[in-house]
């Protein structure tokens, strides 16, 4: 048995490699039992789904196969490969990815951050909302991961005024029922500091429980205990929920808007204006019902959401409000380069919104039709930060021999946007694009369409549903971005078999590829959450399985309404 399991072992560490290797031979009966082009086509498909669904080698490198498979195996000229990795889409990516860049450099995602939670107050279920509120807004213009890193350890420090240690509640939660006269545990010490946000030094809260009893300390324990989890899981949460309100939030988005040109070279219907129009209200409806689910499984919804009370909690809701007070103090005046960065994300996003909104006509009628694109707006914004100076400009310096003769630093240096840009995504982006050209040059596309011809009679209402559910299920095992673009093609002929407009379709399966709530290693802002070593899988679990219905719900409202 001992050998058996050794052996197991063995094979688990080099269980990329077996995969690797067992995949292509798996896969090569394809190449025979459907038409040539098509079967290698859907071979080269099947293959990088697998690779990415396992991670066997990198997303970005897996992304990288039809560069050299399409043209070796005769599915199509490199001439036609190479430039999918770079069309006007991935330039709109890149150009949201350079204005975070510059977000983060400033601290100005921070400032915001905390001046909201200020706003929403320190009651949980307030302080819950303001947390989700928060995440959603940086995640429409920063990257899930990067909001849910800054969002994890403001709220643990705001959690630590709240409660104080979470190892002390823990232990407070398994206090038993001791005999009269002994003396009770207490409730918990406020740390003299706050280490993660490095406040400086501040007293200890005198402990206000020592006249409660074992059974109202355990009870109190395990309150906090399921709030401080409610906290922790929000974040992540809202951070998926909200990347899906802008094209720039999520690659997926932007996924969709590229190979809808390749299937549908004349749809011209989705663009940063429409899609914010659309999905905003539809981020900001699941939201609040994902508040009302979370607040109400950790115990967040209670009196104290309206009603003042002068007790123990009030108290340590002050001193939250202190902790997040003194945070944004920390900050100091809004600073030049600041203001500059927030002018100019202001700008972005409205030239992007009002380029041409399809409800109203845009500013690119002012140009020649079909010359300016979003990548054209976004790319010329962010041109701009890279020779906007930093420092406020002076007449004076001109005429003062004393001042320093160096130049002010630009807005945002192209060696920082080199380290915070994630190139791998904007080459996943390439793999996906390149893929759907693939697929509808082999004629893989109407190939798969007949093969969805049992699902005519299916009511297009039904579809959304089913759709819905099937990504969001198979997101839960996939990076959404791997998932979105093995389901893009099937989409695309299923929505011409049902007789629908493509969009119907493809939107829903676009943007449930973000409902990923119920494992840590759905998302990578769900794994940095479980990470903290707060929350266990059932936690995400329960409270996952309800976000998914109520996203799947939500979704398909929006597609049969608004939509």
Known sequence: MEAVLSFAKKLWCVKRFIILIVTPLLLLPLLFALPLREGKCLYIVLLMAVFWCTEALPLAVTALFPVFLFPLLGVL??????????LDTNFLFLSGL??????????????????????????????????????SFLSMWLSNTATTAMMLPIAHAILISLFGDL???????????????????????????????????????PDKFES??????????????????????????????????????????????????????????????????????????????????????????????????????????????????????????????????????????????????????????????????????????????????????SIKWWFDKQAPNTPSPPLLSWKKAQESVPWNIILLLGGGFAMAKGCEESGLSSWIGGQLQPLESV?????????????????????????????????????????????????????????AFMLPVSTPPNAIAFASGHLVVKDMVRTGVVMNIIGVLVLSLAMNTWG
């Open 459 to 515: 009511s297009p209402v039904v579809a959304v549903l089913l759709i819905t559910v099937v990504v969001a299920s198979f997101t839960e095992l996939a990076s959404n971005t791997a998932t979105i673009i093995i389901f893009l093609p099937i989409l695309a002929e299923l929505a011409m078999r049902l007789q629908v407009n493509p969009l119907y379709l493809m939107i829903p399966g676009t943007v449930s590829c973000s409902y």
């Open 167 to 205: 190892d002390t509640l823990k232990e407070n939660c398994k206090i038993k029922d001791k005999p009269t006269g002994e003396s009770q545990r207490k409730m918990h010490t406020v740390p003299t500091e706050m280490q993660i946000l490095t406040l400086e030094e501040r007293q200890d809260v």
């Open 77 to 86: 000229p490199s001439n036609k490969v190479c430039p999918q990795y770079f």
């Open 98 to 135: 350079v204005m975070a860049s510059a977000i983060e450099e400033w601290n100005l995602h921070r400032r915001i951050a905390l001046r909201i939670l200020l706003i929403m107050g320190v009651k949980p279920a307030w302080l819950i909302l303001g947390i989700m509120l928060t995440t």
């Open 212 to 393: 409660l009893t074992p059974a109202e300390i355990r009870k109190e324990a395990e309150y906090q205990k399921n709030v401080w989890k409610g906290f922790l899981i929000a974040i992540p949460y809202s951070a998926s929920i909200g990347g899906t309100a802008t094209l720039t939030g999520t690659a997926p988005n932007l996924l969709l808007v590229g190979s809808l040109k390749n299937f549908f070279p004349a749809c011209d219907l989705i663009n940063f204006g429409s899609w914010f129009v659309f999905a905003c209200p539809l981020m900001l409806l699941f939201l609040l019902l994902g508040w009302l689910w979370i607040s109400f499984l950790y115990g967040g919804l209670n009196t104290r959401l309206c009603l003042k009370k002068k007790d123990f909690r009030a108290e340590a809701e002050a001193r939250a409000r202190a902790v997040i007070k003194a945070d944004y103090e920390k900050l100091g005046p809004i600073q030049f380069a600041e203001g500059a960065i927030a002018c100019l994300f202001f700008l972005f996003a409205a030239l992007l919104f009002t380029r041409d909104p399809k409800f109203f006509p845009g500013w690119s009628k002012l140009f020649k039709a079909g010359f300016l694109s979003d990548a054209v707006t976004g790319v010329t914004i962010v041109t701009i930060l890279f020779f906007f100076p930093s420092q406020k400009p």
